[in-house]
């Protein structure tokens, strides 16, 4: 499984991003996906993640704001993030539970005025 995340960039505090991450292969059995970030200076957390059967779980830092999907017909998940903070401000990486934990490479999120 290779997996390519996307939709980073430079937004303003309130504003929106998505972000996805696409797999090379059906992710219909994949039993969880989901996202973590990592700030400077600060370890990996968990933001969010969803298991095929639709159990999402947030981090408490982002509920109310992010939404996870899946869409297992485009073999992708996307976070949709609202009211992003300055705090939201990472390098996020999105990962697939398989037999092993495989990574995608990270996309930069970067809250600022």
């Known amino acids: 499984v290779q997996l390519q995340a996307s939709g980073g960039g430079l937004v303003q505090p309130g504003g929106s991003l998505r972000l996805s991450c696409a797999a090379s292969?059906?992710?219909?059995?994949?039993?969880?996906m989901g996202w973590y970030r990592q700030a400077p200076g600060k370890q990996r957390e968990l933001v969010a993640a969803?298991?095929?059967?639709?159990?999402?779980n947030y981090a408490d830092s982002v509920k109310g704001r992010f939404t996870i999907s899946r869409d297992n017909a485009k073999n992708t998940v996307y976070l949709q993030m609202n009211s992003l903070k300055p705090e939201d401000t990472a390098v996020y990486y999105c990962?697939?539970?398989?037999?092993?934990?495989?990574w995608g490479q990270g996309t930069l999120v970067t809250v600022s005025s």
């Open positions: 969803i298991t095929k059967s639709g159990s999402i």
């Open positions: 292969v059906s992710i219909f059995s994949i039993n969880t």
């Open positions: 990962y697939a539970r398989t037999a092993v934990v495989v």
